[in-house]
């Protein structure tokens, strides 16, 4: 299928910290929590990636098919359980960046 501008998936990335020793638990809960995520109809994906350099880092990649995908997600029982989770496991605030897909289409994820 030939490319179209005007795409409209968002793509977050959240940036998390996590204290020196949670790394495991962190990635344990988060990855339940993409498990789950990717199984919504409003996600088309939810990567967890962890610095190779500082495994205390991890940034969350999660693309959504519209702008109300988000709020439904953070409503669901799996996001709530890891939220609640993790919080204590945080080094600082969790921060994130919304960004438009380009490339691919919308339809390729």
């Not at 993409?34 to 962890?50: C, K, L, N, T, Y």
């Not at 693309?63 to 919080?87: F, I, M, N, Q, S």
């Amino acid at each position: 299928m030939p490319y179209r501008f005007g795409m409209s998936c968002l793509v977050v990335h959240v940036h998390v910290y996590v204290k020196e020793g949670c790394e495991d638990a962190f990635r344990a809960a988060t990855l339940l929590n993409a498990a789950h995520s990717v199984r919504e109809p409003g996600i088309a994906r939810f990567d967890v990636v962890q610095h190779a350099d500082d495994p205390r880092r991890f940034v969350l990649v999660e693309v959504y098919r519209d702008t109300e995908a988000p709020a439904r997600h953070k409503e669901t029982a799996h996001y709530l359980a890891w939220r609640d989770t993790v919080a204590d496991m945080m080094a600082e605030p969790r921060r994130s960046e919304k960004y438009t897909n380009v490339f691919p289409a919308d339809d390729a994820w």
